[in-house]
């Protein structure tokens, strides 16, 4: 049963405007949250992560937000860029623990 | 970039052959994990590995199997290839588990099986 859940494929926005990346998840126990970002025939590349004490994390354009609560978190990427174009994953773990549970990620395109 | 070599980039096999995958680090890390990647189903783990010689399985090991005999190598092995394991294969490695570490993921492997 998929534990991290990426319930759109896909989303496009216009250069410049906001993006919002959505994510579920359905184990309490996760406290750490990681995104990834993937460009066809290249690796997923570490994007930002925020651990569950935490509500906000912010890395320049890129902000992640957590809602421990409704299980959900949310990638925002302001002012979105044609370079930004690519898949979008999102995965949880706990933080002393082994392994990582992803998404099944979010293809972004941003219209120029 | 992590320090992560995955070979071959590409590889065309028959059903039943043996194949094996290679992933190289040059960054002295602990943990290792082999992903595959599949339309809808995003990354899955097959195995991972925490330390030589120490691995586990992940939620879709049925038909691999992996070995790590030092720090820097971590090896998938099909012992008889499938259609069904056709896949993008994908190599991450990990310094530890205290704190905050993300996973670093090589290039990957396009595997067909035919």
């Known amino acids: 049963d998929q534990q991290v859940k990426q319930n759109s494929p896909s989303l496009s926005v216009q250069e410049g405007r906001i993006s919002i990346l959505n994510c579920d998840y359905t184990n309490s126990m996760f406290d750490y949250f990681l995104w990834y970002k993937k460009y066809p025939a290249e690796g997923p590349t570490f994007l930002i992560s925020?651990?569950?004490?935490?509500d906000k994390n912010e890395d320049g354009r890129f902000t992640v937000f957590l809602n421990k609560s409704a299980k959900h978190l949310s990638l925002h990427i302001v002012p979105s860029q044609p370079g930004d174009s690519a898949v979008y994953f999102c995965a949880a773990s706990y933080v002393t623990g082994n392994q990582f549970y992803f998404g099944t990620g979010t293809s972004l395109t941003v219209i120029p | 970039d992590a320090g992560i070599t995955q070979s071959p980039r590409h590889k065309v096999t028959e059903t039943g052959t043996p194949v094996t995958l290679r992933c190289h680090q040059t960054e002295n890390h602990r943990y290792m994990y082999w992903y595959r990647q599949d339309p809808g189903h995003g990354l899955r783990l097959i195995h991972y590995?925490?330390?030589?010689?120490?691995?586990d399985k992940g939620e879709v090991s049925d038909g691999y199997s992996v070995s790590r005999s030092k720090t820097e190598d971590f090896l998938l092995t099909l012992e008889s290839a499938t259609s069904s394991q056709t896949s993008v294969y994908f190599c991450a490695i990990r310094s530890g588990t205290g704190g905050n570490q993300p996973q670093h993921f090589g290039d990957g492997t396009r595997l067909s099986i035919l």
């Open positions: 590995s925490y330390g030589v010689k120490d691995t």
């Open positions: 925020i651990s569950s004490i935490k």
